[in-house]
């Protein structure tokens, strides 16, 4: 039975990927942490996670729940992964990150720890989105430089970061597939005088009420418009595909890995 760390239990991710370690078959949870100082700290995981109680205290040190576990899963924020990832690193253990909003420095800094330990790190771990990422690259390639790309991206108001890790994702496969250089065309939002230039990549973020998560891509031609377009309906979709990653990833050499790769979509 593989026993999985749950880094942020207490969060809205942290909660539903416990309650669906406790319907997947070979795995169980082996242990979960909180922010120092939270009113989680020694409280039982299974009674934070609302799933019953379990007899294992929640920590706030990853390295020492992670002696307990072979595996863990961190969706918190991007200071808290770093922190997980380096004691991970100490210990050799394999890590699932679906934290999003990673700066230039934190991502350099994980492909570092990439070098000792397996990782996946995916901005969105549903199953279909990883579709939609597929879909986008072969449908930009395609439609070429003719049809102008805007990403629209919908979640609830206490999303941290914006634009979301997904559309970010989904911009930097349309920049790839197109030949063209994200920092040159990419538009975040227009106000005033803002007419579209040939080549701009267009992502907009919407914050409203308890929206899960939604994307869509057009694709905005002479006499049509092509548009693909996802919504999560439950978290359930990237708690589910994150174990489906910690499962995957155990017995993998050290790396960075991703969705593509633990779907076999590459
Ligand atoms: P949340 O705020 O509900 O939960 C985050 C939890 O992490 C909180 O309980 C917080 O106390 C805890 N935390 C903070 N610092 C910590 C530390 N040092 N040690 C342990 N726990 C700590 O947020 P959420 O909605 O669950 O989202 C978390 C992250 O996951 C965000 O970055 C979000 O964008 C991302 N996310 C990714 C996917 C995906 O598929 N990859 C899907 C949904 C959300």
Known sequence: MTKILVVGIAG???????ECIGDTEGV???????????DFINQDIGEVAGIG??????VDDPALALEHCDVAIDFTTP????????SAAESGKPVVVGTTGFSPDQKKEIANIGKKIPLVVAPNMSIGVNVLFKLVADAA???????????VEAHHKFKKDAPSGTAVRISEIVADSLGRDLEQVGVYGRKGLAERTPKEIGVHTVRAGDIIGEHRVLFGGMGEN????????SRQT?????????QWILDKPKGIYDMQDVLGLK
């Open 12 to 18: 809205r991710m942290g909660k539903t990927i416990a």
């Open 28 to 38: 169980e949870l082996g242990g979960g942490t909180e922010r120092a100082g939270s």
């Open 53 to 58: 109680k379990k007899g294992i205290a929640v």
């Open 79 to 86: 200071a808290s992964s770093m922190f997980t990832l380096n």
């Open 141 to 151: 390639r395609v439609l070429g430089d003719d049809y102008d790309v805007e990403i």
């Open 226 to 233: 092509f548009e693909i377009f996802h919504r999560a309906q």
């Open 238 to 246: 990237f708690a589910r595909g994150s174990i489906r990653a910690a």
